[in-house]
T-cell receptor, first 114, second 115 residues
Framework: DVKVTQSSRYLVKRTGEKVFLECVQD?????MFWYRQDPGLGLRLIYF???????EKGDIPEGYSVSREKKERFSLILESASTNQTSMYLC?????????????FGPGTRLTVL | DQQVKQNSPSLSVQEGRISILNCDYT??????FLWYKKYPAEGPTFLIS?????DKNEDGRFTVFLNKSAKHLSLHIVPSQPGDSAVYFC??????????????FGKGTHLIIQP
């Protein structure tokens, strides 16, 4: 079974804090993704990575950065958290090459920025 | 501009009946479509997919239909069961061979199965 784990299920931070969200997958997947889910907006792609040390911007990268130092780990960084970054953050991974593009998701981190 | 649209935020269906969830897309480059199911406080889980070379894919109680000319797909669940109550996301991809791009998701439809 594919396992994607996220370091925290719930996180509360203050405005201006630096926030790290960690994601680890155990299936040797090349691709890893960070999404955020907001009511009425669905899932929106923040960043993705198709290899170690490689990263690509998604649809809403502003205010975020990422780090992929090891194949199994993909970190999302909020350099200076703001209240509009309060959201559910979902990490996903997928195999490359894949003719099915199926992504496996972690359980999510509910981040609240006060 | 929303490329994947799920126009029904919620849908209520009686247990045992058919649930039909709809999804429309605008990007003609999309060639692979997926449905994900999400329970509260959990990550989405893959349900079923369809390639643009097919018009139907079936897996147990779940069937996805694709109408390329109308840029429309639908997910049929029959019979509907209480455990099917969840948010369903339609997703699309323009890369069927590489997988390097993220999926484009719709906003989701909250399916409620009434006993």
């Amino acid at each position: 079974d594919v396992k994607v784990t996220q370091s925290s299920r719930y996180l509360v931070k203050r405005t201006g804090e630096k926030v790290f969200l960690e994601c680890v997958q155990d299936m040797d997947h090349e691709n890893m993704f960070w999404y955020r889910q907001d009511p009425g907006l669905g899932l929106r792609l923040i960043y993705f990575s198709y290899d170690v040390k490689m990263k690509e911007k998604g649809d809403i990268p502003e205010g975020y950065s990422v780090s992929r130092e090891k194949k199994e780990r993909f970190s999302l960084i909020l350099e200076s958290a703001s209240t509009n970054q309060t959201s559910m953050y979902l990490c996903a991974s997928s195999f490359l090459p894949s003719s099915y593009n199926e992504q496996f998701f972690g359980p999510g981190t509910r981040l609240t920025v006060l | 501009d929303q490329q994947v649209k799920q126009n029904s935020p919620s849908l209520s269906v009686q247990e045992g009946r058919i649930s039909i969830l709809n999804c429309d897309y605008t990007n003609s480059m999309f060639d692979y479509f997926l449905w994900y199911k999400k329970y509260p406080a959990e990550g989405p889980t893959f349900l079923i997919s369809i390639s643009s070379i097919k018009d139907k894919n079936e897996d147990g109680r779940f069937t996805v239909f694709l109408n390329k000319s109308a840029k429309h797909l639908s997910l049929h669940i029959v019979p509907s069961q209480p455990g099917d109550s969840a948010v369903y996301f339609c997703a699309a991809s323009a890369e069927s061979g590489g997988g390097a791009d993220g999926l484009t998701f719709g906003k989701g439809t909250h399916l409620i199965i009434q006993p």
